[in-house]
């Protein structure tokens, strides 16, 4: 395939650094940096309370590697744990008073926080570094009673809410990352849609990592009341680093009966350079819970950064009737590592799930998809369709499939299906036999490889996602 | 791998609990480890003076390496959904040669299949000539138990034993550390031998909680063809355990065919390695079909050693109220062209359990590979629980690799179909699962034994059907 | 329009052809017979730039081009088009997202514009009536679960939409039943004109019977070992290949 080779290696795009003044706390971990945290964010005492059991948990705890991912020990003492753009006043009241800096820094990575110019129907919550630097179109929401706004204006101005879901769908204490995020999370989104209301726009998070040597640590909590429905799409860039950086996530989703949330993810964390320098450690929890009956949780991810992803957005499917859904695209090229897939719990009677994730090794990537489904012994009429498909590019590449499926009822059927595949000889040559370049047909081939995952995301997010992924496979095939 | 972390961690408390519950465990581990050695130091008593040294280094080798590692917990990624842990705690003892006699008429009734061919019976664990049927000798052909084999052909046995090998279970290293008896047969190139060699292990009533740990060898030249069918038959009322492992090379070129029926008795525990390394060019079937025992697993361990080795793997298990079984199968291909198969198909009723885990592995640079796999699982109670895995890991761009596994109910449509003409509902499931469960008879590639197989798969569901 | 001289073509070493001799002129419609293996096949890949063969003599011209030495799509784009013996699935590549691709980049190289989404379709609906497929092939994936009969029905279509100087058309009436036969040389015949050539490999010389050539060539051995007109088909057909083999027979018959 030489062709590919021809193929300009592209730099990453989003590796710019802003010069923004940070207001940050030196390196390093213990129960003052939680107290400062909280202080800094002006929060009441329950969230510190929560904040330091959760770091009491964590110390007792040990450090995961039982995933198919190799890399070497961080150093949880050496990364900074707060670090936020400093700016005049206290915090921005309206994104007239965000600094200029980072408002072209949304720019440049094509996220318009200006309200003006925003094509209509989505608003987003920008998160840099570790804090919220703007909400947009929070007026409109407010009309239909949505409240969406960052994690720590929640706290102050919604805590009941906040009290009321935190940590019920991911205890503190579930893993080594969730509670570590637990202790020192710094902003995020909140979400809260009421009652009977269907979101009017679609919601968004984007978020960046500018500061060196910076953790981030976000906590992303969506409540659905009966009978909502809310759209939500996140995407994450971060400026080129030689050294590594953590970025461990924590989501949790909760539906009331009727409701449904569809949560979507570009993720374009920096991955690294060709020989694996640098990118970002992607170290996220992301679980729903259906918890009232016909709800309905749905996950899209197309994963194309970090250097390390490793991730299962689950669903527990608690309520009857209720759907849960994985949609997938994870690519690993040059020496990228990717261990992602999902947890589908069946508990309620006549509970669906549907899981289709595709792999794209390429160069040294190494890809594995991890799964499990398990039908509980009430969980009548449990349904599963699980498809995983890899396509590799090259011979250094490498893909594996894990999936786990239990099952304690008889009356489930559950159903998993794998297979792997190359771009072949044959398929180019027939392209260009048709006048199609190489590049545009390797392009077209692993977009319609990812067809049935492209298909869910909103129609914007598609189109950019299948941008990203022609980038990002860019010298890959060669 | 620590396969719990993996899930959701539980809350403090029972964080707490496992701490001690720990404490009583690690005294469960060293009392087990302290049994199985003053069985290994009995045995030794008795062997000392009759086997070569290079067997006791070996054996004493694997003892200690066993005795490191310990009887696996449900938190070894290997063993994640079956416990062990009655296997460890039992007081297992050795068997003495000789202690139970069986004679012919005994015998007869206690196995009601005629069997053509070469037969080899093994009482307790060890060789019973008078009940065998040995063929006359061929050229070269070594068909004999492994006791007599470990002095008539030393050297051949002391190379495949002492190889190193590290795909070796814990089970595998225990029984190498009490090899005594098994059968060792060693086909020479070019040579068709067109009976199946049977190898049929009985357990007679004798005695309560004994040990049998048979070692079996089966080299094949180069292109020469055998079928070897391995059975394990009991009538025997009393907990027992079965703790065996065969090894089979099949040289450039050879075929291949691999039988094995596992019906223990009620209260047995039955878990047994096969060790299989296929050749260049060479190909290996399977059929293995799980009827016994309390708890049974079986790893079957395929490696295609070279280009063009090709693997057909086949299994077929009905676990009933109680029961618990699990198939582990690897299949490695280490070489350009390899094609392997597998279908595994498994019956549950009643509150039995069952599990599947199917590994393919494609080294780098094995392209061309083309593996298949499919596993599938019909549920006839609402207390039975599968738990299938099956598992891909590829390193080469090439390859055609899929897998699939599907559980489920029988399809009320074509039960309905059956009762429509008239069949009862009890009949046509039966039927139906019959069905189910020929494909795999028909995908194995059987011959001469296909009737064998068939007869113990219809004695299964005729009559007695699914007890709910 | 296409001149093939002294062609000398390797497979895994293994010389195919051995010497082929052939000038093609704009309107014609050239056919090549010959048994299994004698290199019909060979030809008409060398032609399209597979990668898979090696030129160790001779030289192909194309429009008073070196053929050889572009990549395949640029021998697409300057007017050659295969339709092919086994044409290649593409999973999760519809039809017509494919194949305006194609005409895009072709139309790109000729410094036409681009036919945007809604032109193309019902340019491609046109198309498609002519090979009697229905509107639902558009959006099916490229020869995705086609059957034998719909990828050479689909290898025609591409033809049709491409507009090709030169095309050449390998196997493409093998395994098709009567009415299918009759649509592909109908459709062959509308391809017919001034300006384009037609390279026709077959086994059969039934597809004779609804496309009329001007000249038949028989290949064996991986030599044109006769030339001629249409009533030379129709003699292999009666007499088969072998007797071509004897000796002397390439000057007695």
Not at chain 1, 89 to 94: F, I, V
Not at chain 1, 157 to 176: C, Q, R, W
Not at chain 3, 89 to 96: K, L, Y
């Given at each position: 395939?030489k062709?590919?080779?021809?193929?300009?290696?592209?730099?990453?795009?989003y590796g710019?650094?802003?010069?923004?003044?940070?207001?940050a706390?030196?390196?390093?971990?213990?129960?003052?940096?939680?107290?400062?945290?909280?202080?800094?964010?002006?929060?009441?005492?329950f969230?510190?309370?929560?904040?330091?059991?959760?770091?009491?948990?964590?110390?007792?705890?040990?450090?995961?590697?039982?995933q198919n991912?190799?890399?070497?020990?961080?150093d949880?003492?050496?990364?900074i744990?707060?670090?936020?753009?400093?700016?005049k006043?206290?915090?921005?009241?309206?994104l007239?008073?965000?600094?200029?800096?980072i408002?072209?820094?949304?720019?440049?990575?094509?996220?318009?926080?200006?309200?003006?110019?925003?094509?209509?129907?989505?608003?987003?919550?920008?998160?840099?570094d570790?804090?919220?630097?703007?909400?947009?179109?929070?007026?409109?929401?407010?009309?239909v009673?949505?409240?969406?706004?960052?994690?720590?204006?929640?706290?102050k101005?919604?805590?009941?809410?906040?009290?009321?879901?935190?940590?019920?769908?991911?205890?503190?204490?579930?893993?080594?990352y969730?509670?570590?995020?637990s202790?020192?999370?710094?902003?995020?989104?909140?979400?809260?849609?009421?009652?009977?209301?269907?979101?009017?726009?679609?919601?968004?998070?984007?978020?960046?990592?500018?500061?060196?040597?910076?953790?981030?640590?976000?906590?992303?909590?969506?409540?659905?009341?009966?009978?909502?429905?809310?759209s939500?799409?996140?995407?994450?860039?971060?400026?080129?680093?030689?050294?590594?950086?953590?970025?461990?996530?924590?989501?949790?989703?909760?539906?009331?009966?009727?409701?449904?949330?569809?949560?979507?993810?570009?993720?374009?964390?920096?991955?690294?350079?060709?020989?694996?320098?640098?990118g970002?450690?992607?170290?996220?929890?992301?679980?729903?819970?259906?918890?009232?009956?016909?709800?309905?949780?749905?996950?899209?991810?197309?994963?194309?950064?970090?250097?390390?992803?490793?991730k299962?957005?689950?669903?527990?499917?608690?309520g009857?009737?209720?759907?849960?859904?994985?949609?997938?695209?994870?690519?690993?090229?040059?020496?990228?590592q990717a261990?992602?897939?999902?947890?589908?719990?069946?508990?309620?009677?006549?509970?669906?799930s549907?899981?289709?994730?595709?792999?794209?090794?390429?160069?040294?990537?190494?890809?594995?998809?991890?799964?499990?489904?398990?039908?509980?012994?009430?969980?009548?009429?449990?349904k599963?369709?699980?498809?995983?498909?890899?396509?590799?590019?090259?011979?250094?590449?490498?893909?594996?499939?894990?999936?786990y499926?239990?099952?304690?009822?008889?009356?489930?059927?559950?159903?998993?299906?794998?297979?792997?595949?190359?771009?072949?000889?044959?398929?180019?040559?027939?392209a260009?036999?048709?006048?199609?370049?190489?590049e545009?047909?390797?392009?077209m081939?692993?977009?319609?490889?990812?067809?049935?995952?492209?298909?869910?995301?909103p129609m914007?997010?598609?189109?950019e996602?299948?941008?990203?992924?022609?980038?990002?496979?860019?010298?890959?095939?060669? | 791998?620590?396969?719990?972390?993996?899930?959701?961690?539980?809350?403090?408390?029972?964080?707490?609990?496992?701490?001690?519950?720990?404490?009583?465990?690690?005294?469960?581990?060293?009392?087990?480890?302290?049994?199985?050695?003053?069985?290994?130091?009995?045995?030794?008593?008795?062997?000392?003076?009759?086997?070569?040294?290079?067997?006791?280094?070996?054996?004493?080798?694997?003892?200690?390496k066993?005795?490191?590692?310990?009887?696996?917990?449900?938190?070894?990624?290997?063993?994640?959904?079956t416990?062990?842990?009655?296997?460890?705690?039992?007081?297992?003892?050795?068997?003495?040669?000789?202690?139970?006699?069986?004679?012919?008429?005994e015998?007869?009734?206690?196995?009601?299949?005629?069997?053509?061919?070469?037969?080899?019976?093994?009482?307790?664990?060890?060789?019973?000539?008078?009940?065998?049927?040995?063929?006359?000798?061929?050229?070269?052909?070594?068909?004999?138990?492994?006791?007599?084999?470990?002095?008539?052909?030393?050297?051949?046995?002391?190379?495949?034993?002492?190889?190193?090998?590290?795909?070796?279970d814990?089970?595998?290293?225990?029984?190498?550390a009490?090899?005594?008896?098994?059968?060792?047969?060693?086909?020479?190139?070019?040579?068709?031998?067109k009976?199946?060699?049977?190898?049929?292990?009985?357990?007679?009533?004798?005695q309560?909680?004994?040990?049998?740990?048979?070692?079996?060898?089966i080299?094949?030249?180069?292109?020469?063809?055998?079928?070897?069918?391995?059975?394990?038959?009991?009538?025997s009322?009393?907990?027992?355990?079965?703790?065996?492992?065969t090894?089979?090379?099949?040289?450039?070129?050879?075929?291949?065919?691999?039988g094995?029926?596992?019906?223990?008795?009620?209260?047995?525990?039955?878990?047994?390695?096969?060790?299989?390394?296929?050749?260049?060019?060479?190909?290996?079937?399977?059929?293995?079909?799980?009827?016994?025992?309390?708890?049974?697993?079986?790893?079957?361990?395929?490696?295609?050693?070279?280009?063009?080795?090709?693997?057909n793997?086949?299994?077929?298990?009905?676990?009933?109220?109680?029961?618990?079984?699990?198939?582990?199968?690897?299949?490695?291909?280490?070489?350009?062209?390899?094609v392997?198969r597998?279908?595994?198909?498994?019956?549950?009723?009643?509150?039995?359990?069952a599990?599947?885990?199917?590994?393919?592995?494609?080294?780098?640079?094995?392209?061309?590979?083309?593996?298949a796999q499919?596993?599938?699982?019909l549920?006839?109670?609402?207390?039975?629980?599968?738990d299938?895995?099956?598992?891909?890991?590829?390193?080469?761009?090439?390859?055609?690799?899929?897998?699939?596994?599907?559980?489920?109910?029988?399809?009320?449509?074509?039960?309905?179909?059956?009762?429509?003409?008239?069949?009862?509902?009890?009949?046509?499931?039966?039927?139906?699962?019959?069905?189910?469960?020929?494909?795999?008879?028909?995908?194995?590639?059987?011959?001469?034994?296909?009737?064998?197989?068939?007869?113990?798969?219809?004695?299964?569901f005729?009559?007695?059907?699914?007890?709910? | 329009?296409?001149?093939?001289?002294n062609?000398?073509?390797n497979?895994?070493?293994?010389?195919?052809?051995?010497g082929?001799?052939?000038?093609?002129?704009?309107g014609?419609?050239?056919t090549?017979?010959?048994?299994?293996?004698?290199g019909?096949?060979?030809?008409?890949?060398?032609?399209?730039?597979?990668?898979?063969?090696?030129?160790?003599?001779?030289?192909?011209?194309?429009k008073?081009?070196?053929?050889?030495?572009?990549?395949?799509?640029?021998?697409?784009?300057?007017?050659?088009?295969?339709?092919?013996?086994?044409?290649v699935?593409?999973?999760?590549?519809?039809?017509?997202?494919?194949?305006?691709?194609?005409l895009?980049?072709?139309?790109?190289?000729?410094?036409?514009e681009?036919?945007?989404?809604?032109?193309?379709l019902a340019f491609?609906?046109?198309?498609?009536?002519?090979?009697?497929?229905?509107a639902?092939f558009?959006?099916?994936?490229?020869?995705?679960?086609?059957?034998?009969?719909?990828?050479?029905?689909?290898?025609?279509?591409?033809?049709?939409?491409?507009?090709?100087?030169?095309?050449?058309?390998?196997?493409?009436?093998?395994?098709?039943?009567?009415?299918?036969l009759?649509?592909v040389?109908?459709?062959?015949?509308?391809?017919?004109?001034k300006?384009?050539?037609?390279?026709l490999?077959?086994h059969?010389?039934?597809?004779?019977n609804?496309?009329?050539?001007?000249?038949v060539?028989?290949?064996?051995?991986?030599?044109?070992v006769?030339?001629?007109?249409r009533d030379?088909?129709?003699?292999?057909?009666?007499?088969?290949?072998?007797?071509?083999?004897?000796?002397?027979s390439?000057?007695?018959a």
């Open positions: 395939m062709e590919a080779k021809a193929l300009i290696e592209q730099e990453y795009k710019f650094v802003t010069n923004v003044e940070a207001d706390i030196p390196p390093g971990l213990d129960e003052d940096v939680i107290r400062l945290i909280s202080l800094k964010k002006k929060e009441p005492e969230m510190l309370n929560w904040r330091l059991e959760a770091y009491q948990r964590w110390l007792k705890m040990q450090e995961p590697h039982w991912v190799s890399y070497p020990n961080i949880f003492q050496d990364i744990y707060y670090s936020a753009p400093k700016s006043k206290d915090g921005p009241k309206s007239d008073e965000v600094d200029k800096e408002l072209e820094t949304y720019e440049k990575l094509g996220i318009p926080l200006d309200e003006q110019k925003r094509l209509a129907g989505v608003a987003v919550d920008a998160v840099f570790s804090v919220s630097v703007g909400t947009t179109f929070k007026e409109t929401l407010k009309k009673g949505v409240i969406f706004c960052s994690f720590s204006e929640a706290v101005e919604h805590p009941e809410l906040v009290k009321k879901y935190l940590g019920t769908v991911v205890p503190y204490a579930d893993n080594f969730a509670a570590l995020n202790a020192v999370f710094s902003d995020g989104s909140f979400c809260y849609i009421p009652k009977g209301v269907r979101c009017p726009l679609e919601l968004s998070t984007y978020f960046r990592i500018n500061a060196q040597n910076t953790g981030q640590f976000e906590r992303t909590l969506i409540v659905a009341d009966e009978g909502s429905y809310v939500y799409l996140e995407g994450c860039t971060a400026p080129i680093r030689d050294k590594n950086q953590l970025h461990a996530a924590v989501v949790e989703l909760v539906a009331f009966k009727g409701a449904q949330i569809k949560y979507s993810t570009v993720q374009n964390w920096y991955a690294g350079d060709r020989n694996g320098k640098g970002i450690y992607n170290f996220v929890t992301k679980r729903g819970k259906c918890a009232g009956e016909r709800s309905k949780i749905s996950w899209t991810q197309v994963e194309t950064g970090s250097a390390i992803t490793w299962y957005p689950s669903v527990i499917l608690q009857d009737n209720t759907v849960g859904e994985f949609y997938s695209v994870a690519l690993a090229n040059n020496h990228q261990d992602t897939g999902t947890k589908m719990i069946h508990i309620g009677k006549n509970t669906k549907t899981i289709i994730s595709k792999g794209i090794s390429a160069r040294f990537g190494k890809n594995t998809y991890r799964g499990l489904v398990r039908v509980q012994p009430g969980a009548l009429n449990a599963n369709y699980t498809q995983c498909d890899s396509l590799l590019i090259g011979d250094q590449c490498s893909a594996n499939t894990f999936p499926i239990e099952v304690q009822n008889r009356t489930a059927s559950v159903e998993h299906e794998a297979s792997t595949s190359k771009i072949s000889e044959d398929q180019l040559f027939y260009k036999q048709r006048g199609i370049s190489g545009n047909a390797v392009s081939i692993v977009n319609g490889f990812c067809k049935e995952v492209f298909k869910n995301l914007e997010f598609a189109v996602a299948a941008k990203l992924l022609g980038v990002s496979l860019e010298g890959s095939v060669g | 791998m620590d396969a719990r972390a993996w899930e959701f961690e539980g809350s403090l408390k029972r964080e707490i609990q496992m701490i001690m519950v720990q404490d009583q465990k690690k005294d469960k581990h060293s009392k087990a480890l302290e049994h199985y050695e003053s069985l290994f130091h009995g045995l030794n008593a008795t062997c000392k003076s009759s086997e070569p040294s290079w067997l006791e280094v070996l054996r004493r080798n694997a003892f200690l066993f005795s490191q590692i310990g009887f696996p917990t449900t938190k070894t990624e290997a063993w994640k959904y416990n062990v842990s009655e296997i460890e705690t039992a007081r297992f003892q050795n068997v003495q040669r000789g202690s139970s006699l069986v004679v012919k008429e015998f007869d009734q206690m196995f009601p299949f005629s069997l053509n061919g070469t037969r080899l019976v093994f009482v307790n664990g060890f060789f019973a000539e008078h009940l065998s049927i040995l063929p006359n000798p061929q050229d070269g052909v070594v068909i004999s138990s492994l006791d007599l084999a470990i002095k008539t052909h030393p050297e051949i046995l002391k190379s495949y034993l002492t190889r190193e090998t590290n795909t070796e814990v089970f595998a290293t225990l029984n190498k009490f090899i005594q008896d098994g059968v060792f047969v060693y086909v020479p190139q070019n040579l068709e031998i009976n199946p060699i049977h190898l049929i292990f009985i357990q007679g009533e004798s309560s909680l004994s040990l049998v740990q048979p070692r079996n060898l080299v094949i030249g180069p292109r020469s063809r055998a079928s070897i069918i391995e059975t394990f038959f009991s009538v009322e009393h907990a027992y355990f079965t703790n065996g492992v090894e089979m090379v099949a040289e450039e070129g050879a075929t291949l065919r691999y094995r029926v596992q019906a223990e008795g009620k209260k047995a525990y039955h878990v047994y390695a096969t060790n299989v390394q296929v050749g260049k060019e060479s190909s290996f079937s399977s059929l293995v079909l799980d009827l016994g025992a309390k708890i049974a697993r079986h790893n079957l361990n395929v490696e295609l050693l070279d280009v063009g080795a090709s693997c793997l086949n299994g077929l298990y009905f676990p009933r109220s109680g029961q618990h079984m699990d198939h582990h199968t690897s299949i490695q291909h280490q070489k350009p062209e390899g392997s597998q279908l595994y198909k498994g019956i549950l009723s009643g509150a039995s359990q599990v599947f885990c199917g590994n393919i592995f494609v080294a780098p640079g094995a392209q061309k590979t083309d593996a499919a596993n599938k699982n549920l006839l109670s609402s207390e039975a629980t599968i299938t895995k099956p598992q891909l890991e590829i390193f080469a761009d090439d390859v055609k690799c899929t897998h699939g596994a599907a559980i489920g109910e029988l399809d009320p449509t074509q039960v309905f179909y059956l009762k429509s003409r008239g069949i009862s509902e009890l009949k046509a499931k039966e039927i139906l699962s019959l069905g189910f469960a020929v494909e795999v008879l028909n995908h194995a590639e059987l011959e001469t034994t296909h009737e064998y197989f068939e007869t113990l798969v219809k004695n299964q005729e009559g007695n059907y699914c007890e709910k | 329009m296409l001149q093939i001289k062609l000398h073509v497979v895994n070493g293994t010389e195919i052809l051995r082929i001799h052939l000038e093609i002129r704009g014609e419609i050239h090549i017979m010959g048994p299994n293996g004698s019909k096949s060979t030809l008409a890949r060398v032609l399209a730039g597979h990668p898979d063969y090696e030129v160790t003599e001779g030289e192909i011209l194309f008073g081009e070196n053929l050889l030495e572009l990549s395949p799509e640029k021998r697409a784009r300057s007017g050659v088009f295969l339709a092919f013996q086994y044409p699935e593409i999973p999760g590549v519809t039809n017509s997202y494919f194949l305006r691709a194609a895009n980049e072709i139309r790109a190289s000729r410094g036409l681009e036919m945007d989404a809604s032109d193309f491609l609906k046109e198309k498609m009536k002519l090979v009697e497929m229905d639902s558009a959006s099916r994936f490229v020869n995705d679960g086609f059957s034998g009969g719909e990828k050479k029905r689909n290898e025609v279509l591409q033809m049709l939409v491409l507009e090709p100087l030169l095309a050449v058309l390998d196997e493409t009436d093998s395994g098709l039943d009567i009415d299918a009759k649509l040389s109908r459709c062959t015949n509308l391809m017919r004109s300006e384009r050539a037609i390279l490999v077959t059969y010389q039934r597809l004779l609804y496309v009329q050539p001007d000249f060539h028989v290949l064996m051995d991986g030599r044109i006769k030339s001629g007109g030379l088909a129709l003699k292999l057909e009666e007499l088969g290949y072998e007797w071509m083999r004897e000796p002397g390439l000057k007695g």
